[in-house]
């Protein structure tokens, strides 16, 4: 049986991160590609965290520029299919005037009497929510790094309004896989998505490796089970 030493697993979990955020990065390509479909579609833009150099994105944030809501079915399917393979997007919908018109909704049937639907506001134009108490700030969502996925024309709306903004990308938290020392000796790896998911709780760094863990949750025998399943993962 192989032991991978610290810095291998170290080198692991770095190198899934990067193969996520280019699966990830694949399903906003799919996306792009299938608005463009659309006549109505001006460009299709990736912004938030997938355009940083940050290893984890937990949101697929898009931004869609439209001449008209005419096609706005097809594109919210697209959205949808986004689901497969990430259920965390989001797609913001402008008009070319530098307006900000709403959010896809997540639903197939839009607008349905439902907990989603009410929440992000659906009604006026179906697909499209609005959120009824969220005040859209063009310099906070313009402020990050915007990648242009598609663009019918050689000017984007965005990068225009964004230049007019003067909006510049704002300092952020970079994170990487981390090792921890446990009080066993053992070392383990605090992954990006534990770091993002213990940050947003307020947790603080986990004192424990997983077998302690575990021991003292589910006591030794359920230990002992963990280490030979693992045992036998890495043979
Ligand atoms: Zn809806
Ligand atoms: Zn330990």
Known sequence: ????????????????????????????????????GSTNVHEVALCGSMVTEDPYPQDIDLAIVVDSFSDLPLIARAARQITSTYHGWEVFVFRPDRTY?????HRRECPTQTARCDKIDCSRVP???????????PVLFLSPPIEILWCRESKSVLIN?????????????HY????LKCDCGNQFIFSVGEQKYFAD?????????????IRREFGPEAATLLEEINDEKEC
């Open 1 to 36: 049986m192989v032991r991978l030493s610290i810095s291998e697993r170290l080198a692991e979990q770095e190198r899934n991160d990067r193969k996520r955020k280019e699966r990830l990065f694949e399903a906003a390509k799919t996306f792009a590609r299938k608005c463009a």
């Open 101 to 105: 018109a709403g959010r896809i909704c």
């Open 176 to 179: 990487r896989p981390i090792t």
């Open 161 to 173: 309004w964004k230049e007019a903004l003067g909006a510049r990308a704002t300092e952020q938290t």
């Open 127 to 137: 697909h499209l929510g609005n959120l009824a108490d969220f005040d859209f700030d």
């Open 201 to 213: 709780r307020g947790f603080r760094r986990p004192k424990r490796c997983e077998s302690c863990h």
